[in-house]
């Protein structure tokens, strides 16, 4: 049975450049109508709530960087593999900051360049997405780092 991916039209929904969708929201929001996530990256300084699909949490406070870089690049990781044949969900607390920047570096594993992530994330998914320099710099730079990969 061919996968029911997130429809291009649905909110916070980003195609990447290879067609592959993924979903960003902010929690404060409520879950959207549609179809549920299949996989869950939840970027929070506290533990998410529990969710009835599997999820992942990376510790990463408000207009900060993840606590464990090496751990985040290798969730970013997972949940890009997950964009192709699954509906994957990426959201923080607002849905624009961390969920910006975790888009971005989904945006540049896909392979847009990385100067041009945050420029492409804020095109096709929120005009604010990545909210401070620091932010920014992570996904610049997101395709420079040795990150750890975990699955191959």
């Known amino acids: 049975m061919p996968a029911v991916l997130w429809d291009l039209g649905a909110p916070g929904v980003l195609e990447?450049?290879?067609g592959r969708r993924v979903r960003g929201r902010g929690l404060r929001h409520g879950v959207p109508a549609g179809p549920d996530p299949e996989h869950g990256l939840y970027l929070l300084g506290v533990r998410?709530?529990?969710?009835?699909?599997p999820a992942e949490w990376v510790p990463w406070r408000d207009f900060r960087l993840p606590t464990d870089r090496a751990a985040a690049g290798a969730a970013l990781r997972r949940a890009w593999r997950a964009t192709e044949d699954r509906r994957v969900e990426v959201a923080c607390r607002g849905g624009v900051g961390r969920t910006g920047t975790a888009l971005a570096c989904l945006a540049v594993l896909d392979g847009v360049p990385p100067e041009e992530a945050v420029a492409f994330v804020r095109r096709g998914y929120h005009?604010?997405?990545v909210e401070t320099p620091w932010q920014r710099r992570f996904a610049e730079r997101f395709g420079e780092r040795a990150w750890p990969s975990d699955l191959k």
């Open 127 to 129: 005009p604010r997405a």
């Open 16 to 18: 990447l450049p290879s």
């Open 48 to 53: 998410p709530p529990d969710v009835p699909w």
